[in-house]
């Protein structure tokens, strides 16, 4: 049985609870009210079950819904807990946009009108659980988020563009896609029977309309035609034979195969052209400088063919395929040797199948923005949408401009949206806005070598959102691995010397930097924010646990904290009452060192 309890005498109820299992997590719910739940006996290993029905409105923002839950108090022990939760969502339009800005769910679409969410979590994961999601329009939508906690400083904002809901009359955008691939030797076996697999499923996601190309290459160059073939059973057929008498020997020509495969795309200039290049190795023979390949590539697509890289393995250039696909308008993946080519290929291929709108811009009018990631927008596609990071000045409305193309037609759509003057909601806007520019100077100093100033910048970013970097390393133990640890030793490309190609790289460093080119990707497209369990960040103050104890970033060492506090005294239970602030920062745990406008605070 149950009883709510007014929020005066639930506040003993918590303050003892907190005494009793020096736990402060349930300090955040001081001044609420209290559900109390007798369930007894509970047997020795035995499971009880206690289901709670609630009902509450959620009012869209902006066009976006924004569901926040909490999994368990900040600061509770509960050993190896394990939470399993599943989310069902469903409304009269279709859903758009599902996902979790705070924890990796897994979300499904039963229909266009329905989703479910299934998420699994732990201890270490965040306790407050954010599921944001949006509806299709007819045409493009937006949806928009601000957070702008001081009004002396710049806001945050989120905002995503959707192409809204594919009919059987939705216009789909005709493409071209020519698919280059390494046969090379060191392709032999099963990674050439997947790449087989892979371009056999991108085939047949091809539409009615669209045009394509096969070639494949070693130390030579083998075209499936000349020309650009439209699709059909026939051709879908006639490929799909070359596909499957495919065979891995010779050489690797990286240099010819991008020229041949960009003759292709010279002719394309009314639809836009993808190019999916998928290699395991470096260049061996032909042109091997990876600048020069970079260069032959910038001056030979003139068609603006947008070029997407796959390495498979860990003998492939990294700084090269990146490069490639950085300076092309398309993105670079990896597959490591335990990972499925055919799973990594039809996941990309499937997200890029149909074009809504081509060669995008957003234009912001109004509320001084700046500082936008990513710098360049995708493509928007059905299935999927383009989401921007960035902050702003001027709080108001401001008109977004979106412009594109769609076949030969230009196409432009405005939204009004409004900056908030304050908003203290939606803290993690700030925290993924930081990931996105954080990747995008990781990759920067991973390409063009280290710079200082830019260093500097990443630390100064990695400390105020408690982000995890190489530079940043002192906040985890030695004995935690992240994939950005090794990011020092990639930060250079490998040296080429004309007389024996590059410099030998060993097979541990090879998968080092691979490891960090996917870890600056996954970061440049983060809408998730990743949280460690030793860094916290509370309203945009960062703390680090050391010893047990909760420190905030700033605090040095050498001095002694003002006030010392013990914890569950009436001080301490007093200093908890002086704002909802204040509960978030006690209920890290029973350790707690903090500034406060009368200096340092320790609670011990």
Known sequence: MGEVIPADEARSIYENIIRKMRDPGLLEYIGQGMLRARVFPIEPRSKKTIELSYSLTIQPTAG?????????????????????????????????????PTHSVIVSHPSPRKATVNLTTTRDAPADFILSWSTKHKDVGASFLAQRPRTDQPGYFYL???????TTGSLTVSKDVIFVLDRSGSMAGQKISQAKDALTFCLNRLNKNDRFALLWFNSSIDKFTPHLQTVSDATRRNAQYEINNLDASGSTNINEALSVALQYASGSSDRPVYIVFLTDGLPTVGVQDPDAIIRNVEKNNAGKARLFTFGVGYDVDTYLLDKLSQTNGGLSDYVSPDESIEAVISRFFSSISNPMLTDISV????????EIYPVNPPDLFYGSTVI???????????????????GQSSKKYTFSITFPEREERHDEVPALWAKRKIGYLLDDMRINGENEEIKNEIINLSKKYGIVTKYTSYLVTEDEELADAALHESMAKRRYDASYGYAPVDDAQAKRMVSASKSMQSLKQEARVAYHRR????????????DSTWIEEGYDRSEEPGTVIRFGSRVYFRLASSSSHIRRILSLGPKVIFKTNDGWQRIQ
């Open 160 to 166: 995503s563009l959707d192409p809204g809901a594919r």
């Open 535 to 546: 860094v916290r960040t509370i309203e945009g103050r960062v703390f680090v646990e050391k």
């Open 388 to 406: 921007l990071f960035g902050r702003y000045r001027k709080a108001g409305t401001a008109t977004v401009t979106l412009r594109g193309k769609r």
């Open 363 to 370: 234009k912001f009018s109004g509320g001084g923005v700046s």
């Open 64 to 100: 976006t819904y924004r569901l926040a839950t909490r999994l368990r108090p900040d600061g509770i022990q509960t050993g190896d807990l394990k939470i399993t939760a599943v989310f069902h969502l469903e409304d009269k339009a279709p859903l758009a946009n599902v996902f979790s």
